[in-house]
C-alpha cells in the first residue's frame, strides 16, 4: 500500500478514537478480492499500554444475522427451505402466528416483539451476566400479540432470528456452530471465526469496555458476559476474517447471485439515516438504496463491549471495498462512524 495513504488512514482512526475517547479498535479494507489495509490502532487496556493487535477477537454481536441469512438462503437454494414457508410449518410445537413466514423473520417483518429494550430483559442481564435465560425463557416474551400483523411493517427482532435459528436446526439436524462452518467458516478457511455457548469458550476475547453493568465506570464485560444473552448466537471473529466473510457473500463465493439479489431486494424502506442516504433492509441485511458508492450492503452490530460494522461497497473510486471495523468498547453505531471515514479517505485516493 501506498505510504502516504497508510499514513493518512491511520491518522484518521487515531484522531476519531482521541476524540470518542475509544480504547481501541481493529480495522480491515479488502479491495477487489484482496486483503488491502488490515491494522489494530489503539490499545486493548484503557491505561494505553497494549497496542491492539490486526487479529483481535470479538463478538460481532448483530451482524451475525448476515450469517444467518446467508446459511438460510443456501438452504433454500438447495430446495430445503421456501422463504415463504410458514414458520409453524416448520416448528409446530410453538405457539405462532402462521402467516409468519421464514422471509418476514429475515427481514423483521414478523411483527414479534424485541427484548433489547424490556426492563426485564436489562434488569436480569445486569443482575446476572453470567447466568443467560433459556431459549424457553426467551420465547415467553412473544406469547403477547404480534406489534403488527406479519408484513404489514418492520420492527428488529433479535426474537425473529431465535425463530430462525431454530428451524435452521430443525430442518439440518445442526446446531448453529455446525452450520456456519459447513456453509462459510470452512469453505472460507477461517481460522478465527467459531460460534461460542459457553464463558470457557470466549477466552480468546480481546478486551471489551462498557459502562452498561455498572451505570458510570467502564469494566471489562470478556470475561463474565456470557454469550447465551445474545439470543439468536453470537459469532466470534476478528476484523479481517469478517471482512473475508463478507466480501465472499458479494463475490458469490457462498451464494448465487439470484440468491444474493433476494438478500438485497429492499423489504422495507427506512428512509434517511446518518450516513446513508436511503436505508432500507433486505433479508439479514442493511442497504442504502441511493449510495453514490453503488448498492451499499453489510450490518451492523453493537453490545456490551464492543461496536461492529462490515459493509460492502461496490464502486468505491471505481473498485469494490469491504470494510470491517470493531472497537473495542461499545458506543452507538462507532463501527459504523470509523467504515464511512475510512470511506472518505479511499474514495478521495481511489478517484485521485
Known amino acids: 500500500m501506498n505510504h502516504a495513504l497508510h499514513h493518512q488512514l491511520q491518522s484518521v482512526i487515531e484522531q476519531s478514537l482521541s476524540i470518542a475517547q475509544i480504547p481501541g479498535v481493529a480495522i480491515a479494507v479488502r479491495l477487489n478480492g484482496e486483503a488491502f489495509f488490515e491494522t489494530g490502532v489503539g490499545y486493548q487496556d484503557l491505561n494505553h499500554t497494549q497496542p491492539l493487535p490486526t487479529d483481535a477477537s470479538f463478538y460481532i454481536y448483530s451482524v451475525t444475522k448476515t450469517l444467518l441469512a446467508t446459511a438460510t438462503l443456501d438452504l433454500v437454494g438447495k430446495g430445503i427451505l421456501n422463504l415463504d414457508d410458514s414458520v409453524q410449518h416448520h416448528l409446530p410445537d410453538f405457539s405462532l402466528d402462521p402467516s409468519i413466514t421464514i422471509r418476514h423473520l429475515l427481514a423483521h417483518t414478523s411483527g414479534l416483539p424485541d427484548y433489547g429494550g424490556m426492563s426485564t430483559y436489562v434488569d436480569a442481564l445486569k443482575a446476572a451476566p453470567t447466568d443467560p435465560w433459556s431459549e424457553e425463557t426467551f420465547f415467553n416474551l412473544i406469547t403477547q400479540k404480534l406489534c403488527f400483523p406479519s408484513g404489514t411493517d418492520w420492527q428488529y427482532s433479535n426474537i425473529g432470528y431465535l425463530v430462525l435459528k431454530c428451524i435452521l436446526k430443525r430442518v439440518t439436524g445442526l446446531t448453529m456452530e455446525q452450520l456456519l462452518h459447513q456453509v462459510i467458516f470452512n469453505p472460507l478457511a477461517l481460522q478465527s471465526t467459531f460460534v461460542p455457548n459457553a464463558l470457557d469458550e470466549v477466552t480468546v476475547l480481546t478486551s471489551g469496555y462498557t459502562a452498561f453493568f455498572s451505570g458510570t465506570e467502564l469494566q471489562d464485560m470478556s470475561s463474565f458476559y456470557h454469550p447465551g444473552w445474545v439470543s439468536h448466537g453470537v459469532v466470534i471473529s476478528t476484523a479481517p476474517e469478517l471482512a473475508k466473510m463478507i466480501e465472499a457473500l458479494f463475490f458469490n463465493q457462498?451464494?448465487?447471485?439470484?440468491?444474493?439479489?433476494?438478500?438485497?431486494?429492499?423489504?422495507?424502506?427506512?428512509?434517511?439515516?446518518?450516513?446513508?442516504?436511503?436505508?432500507?433492509?433486505?433479508?439479514?441485511?442493511?442497504?442504502?438504496?441511493?449510495?453514490?458508492?453503488?448498492?451499499?450492503?453489510?450490518?451492523?452490530?453493537?453490545?456490551?463491549?464492543?461496536?461492529?460494522?462490515?459493509?460492502?461497497?461496490?464502486?468505491?473510486?471505481?473498485?469494490?471495498?469491504?470494510?470491517?471495523?470493531?472497537?473495542?468498547?461499545?458506543?452507538?453505531?462507532?463501527?459504523?462512524?470509523?467504515?464511512?471515514?475510512?470511506?472518505?479517505?479511499?474514495?478521495?485516493?481511489?478517484?485521485?
Open 254 to 352: 457462498i451464494l448465487s447471485s439470484a440468491l444474493i439479489e433476494q438478500m438485497l431486494y429492499p423489504v422495507h424502506i427506512l428512509g434517511k439515516y446518518p450516513r446513508f442516504e436511503k436505508l432500507a433492509y433486505g433479508l439479514g441485511l442493511f442497504i442504502d438504496l441511493e449510495s453514490p458508492h453503488g448498492l451499499v450492503a453489510g450490518h451492523t452490530g453493537e453490545g456490551p463491549g464492543y461496536s461492529v460494522a462490515a459493509f460492502h461497497f461496490p464502486n468505491l473510486g471505481g473498485s469494490r471495498m469491504t470494510i470491517a471495523a470493531i472497537t473495542n468498547q461499545d458506543r452507538h453505531d462507532y463501527g459504523l462512524v470509523l467504515v464511512y471515514k475510512l470511506v472518505e479517505v479511499l474514495n478521495k485516493f481511489l478517484e485521485s
